[in-house]
């Protein structure tokens, strides 16, 4: 099943496809684990995008940014972590989260219900990740309509709702 989600924070955002979205979250989570010691709220916001990521929420995967970002301190933190992610990724293929961090964690909040680790082609994941710094750092242009985020870049969709909601 290949669902699409929409991403948004302080008001604007993008769609873009669930695997992507989920490949990026669990990289996230895989990156910041070593952090979770340092910042209380981490953890938690960590387990949510564990859970989005693994669960398979079809057409409904959010990092819900709005909540799970709320200090400037966590959204450089996340800034940080998806440059590094960026830097890592190999020139194409295939990038997955299937880290020890990122099994752990997922095993533990998906609580014995089926989960998996996503991945998704590393074109997307890095568009994706490029998109949301994007996102958080204020950069994505205002469009009238909304951004859909694939693997060759950002493309507008005229006349769509700029969010779902």
Known sequence: MVGTSFVEYNGHGFWTRDAALETVLGLLVEQLQPLSGRDERLGPVL????????????????????????????????VAALRDILAALPASGLAEAGGPEFRQRAGRVCAGAPWRSPSALVAWVSEVASALIDLLEGNLPATAGSWFIDGEGRHHLPGSEASPR
Do not use: K
Not at 64 to 73: K, R, V
């Open 47 to 78: 387990d949510y995008w564990a859970r989005q990521a693994a669960a398979g929420f079809a057409g409904c995967v959010s990092p819900d940014l709005d909540e799970s970002l709320p200090s400037p301190i966590l959204r450089s933190m996340v």
